[in-house]
């Protein structure tokens, strides 16, 4: 059998298969369809200091493969997640990581040392790459000073293993991945999703409250396999790759083109058992291949 | 309640109009006791264009035979594919989802539908009976070509209907049926779905005349299952996912 094991600039994850901040919700949600506790990891939603309502309703349009949103990091607040959220889940014998994010470097500092407190989440990710809130988010992750800025400040605080989101909506994604591991990152998660925009042509009014969102799903998966590739020939921290994975070939695509690990993201919305049968496929994968080690794909492309 | 994953046969599919069909589905299990007014999050086979799931409201159980029917409207793309299945075929649904309408704490309870809002009804009324309610139904439709299944609503309740032409029933909207505008309001309890704007009058109407009223509600969205937080209502205590805060509503909560 496979050993799954990875170690992830210091986090064990018991197999490379994580679920997507903003698309598992606290996990909880999930428990009827998934053994949580044999995840690699899962990673809550965005976080952010004061408690946001997020955007209008409407929020999502469905398009060819994939969806936009523009939620907008819709939450209660860091103080209600370590309150209320963190005790409930606490129990999962996986790796919880917090998605934190902000509309000012502060906000992201004071979020990340009220989770800094936290014993039982090892790490946090770095999202300054969300493209539904106004200020902040996506402004952080698309030029390389402020992406660098960010992640030096929350770096002074944060002391456990500090995972940082790209944003794919940039010119080249990897001198910002350079910027952020010349930080401290420990690792990186790419990608987020693309900024995109759809209209009903009938009224012809945009299907957003706010006009434009975050396309995900299988669409852009050939982009972001892409991505994760050119970044993980330039960086030495290790990549956890996202961007429509459907099914466990996907999420071996992801590993060999340099992922040590991937997310599963809007799939959760259609299949919410999907990890477990990506999980499986990936044991599948290897027992036909021979391969011994899941280690052994990670960017083992020919 | 505890959600499931599953495939179901499907046992019938029956053209009722130009735009509304019935789809029976059976599980090989036995179902899971399912409340007034959930739905289930159907998958729509075999296409890249109906990406996601389409919500549906449960229109009728039948626990004997492990069957589910559901009363869809043709709305777009996937409406469209599911009146396509055919017999026998499988479809994945993850049910039961939301909320439910509550029971009432009188005997007098009135049920009131507007086009492809009837669907949840059936079994609310069916429901209701088993606990010894007789409900009364209104239900609204532009014309009487577009009336759906006038026998099977007619064994569990007294139904009355309007129709924007008057060719079936009253003339009118629902609001402007007798029932509703006669000196004396025999009920104390009204279980609403419909369109947005017929939900809406009915809210204020019920509100300022000091009658509880509950409104299921039909949004668009991904999950169903309370993660992706696109469904969301305005509420008087912020935003509610329609999924799992919902569908069902009491009117003095929404802001709308």
């Keep these: 059998m496979v050993n799954l094991n990875i170690d992830f600039n210091g986090l064990n994850f018991k197999n490379p298969v994580l679920t997507a901040s903003g698309t598992f919700g606290y996990g909880y949600e999930f428990e009827d369809f998934v053994d949580l506790s044999s995840l690699g990891g899962f990673i809550v939603k965005g976080t952010t200091l004061n408690a946001r309502e997020g955007n209008p309703y409407p929020r999502m349009a469905e398009t060819a493969s994939g969806m936009l949103n523009a939620v907008g990091l819709q939450n209660k607040g860091v103080d209600f997640f370590c309150n209320e959220i963190y005790p409930r889940i606490s129990k999962y014998d996986t790796n919880i990581l917090v998605n934190v994010s902000g509309s000012a470097i502060e906000d992201y500092v004071e979020t990340a040392a009220k989770i800094n407190e936290l014993d039982k989440i090892p790490g946090i990710e770095l999202n300054i790459s969300c493209p539904n809130v106004k200020e902040g988010g996506m402004a952080f992750g698309t030029n390389c000073s402020s992406a660098a800025q960010v992640v030096k400040e929350v770096r002074k605080v944060y002391k456990k293993h500090l995972m940082v989101k790209l944003s794919p909506n940039v010119t080249d994604i990897v001198s910002i991945a350079k910027s952020v591991e010349e930080q401290g990152a420990n690792s990186l998660s790419l990608v987020n999703t693309f900024l995109g925009m759809a209209i009903d042509i009938n009224t012809r009014k945009p299907k957003l409250s706010t006009i434009t969102g975050g396309l995900s799903g299988p669409a852009i998966k050939p982009i972001a396999v892409r991505m994760v590739w050119q970044v993980s020939k330039a960086v030495k921290i290790p990549i956890c790759g996202l961007g429509g994975i459907m099914n466990a070939d996907d999420a071996i695509e992801f590993l060999l083109a340099g992922a040590s690990c991937v997310q599963i993201g809007t799939a959760n919305f259609i299949y919410p058992d999907i990890t477990m049968k990506i999980l499986e496929g990936i044991k599948h994968y290897c027992n036909i291949h021979g391969i011994k080690n899941i280690t052994e794909l990670i960017g083992a492309i020919n | ?256």
Excluded at chain 2, 227 to 243: E, I, N, P
């Design chain 2, 1 to 256: 309640m505890k959600k499931y994953i599953d495939s179901l046969l499907v046992v019938k599919n029956q053209r009722l109009n130009k735009d509304y069909f019935l789809l029976k589905l059976q599980s090989e299990e036995d179902l899971p006791f399912i409340l007034p007014a959930q739905f289930v999050e159907v998958k729509i086979p075999d296409t890249s264009e109906t990406f996601l799931r389409r919500p549906v409201s449960i229109h009728d159980v039948n626990y004997d035979k492990n069957t589910i029917t559901l009363l869809i409207r043709i709305a777009g793309k996937g409406t469209l594919k599911l009146s396509e299945t055919k017999k026998y075929e499988y479809l994945n649904i993850v049910y039961p989802l939301g909320n439910s309408f509550s029971m009432p704490s009188c005997n007098k309870v009135l049920l009131i539908g507007g086009g492809c809002g009837v669907a949840p009804l059936l079994y609310t009324a069916k429901y209701m009976l088993n606990f010894g309610i007789t409900p009364t139904l209104l239900m609204g439709y532009r014309n009487s070509k577009l009336v759906l299944l006038k026998d099977k609503y007619a064994k569990y309740g007294n139904v009355y209907y309007s129709t924007d032409d008057g060719s079936y029933g009253e003339k009118g909207t629902v609001l402007e049926h007798s029932l509703l505008n006669s000196r004396f309001f025999p009920f104390g309890k009204i279980y609403a779905c419909g369109p947005d704007a017929m939900l809406k009058d009915l809210g204020k109407w019920a509100i300022e005349r000091g009658i509880d009223c509950e409104v299921s509600l039909e949004n668009l969205m991904a999950c169903g299952i309370g993660a992706c937080l696109c469904c969301v209502q305005d509420t008087v205590s912020g935003h509610k996912c329609v999924c799992t805060e919902g569908p069902v509503f009491n009117v003095k909560e929404l802001i709308w």
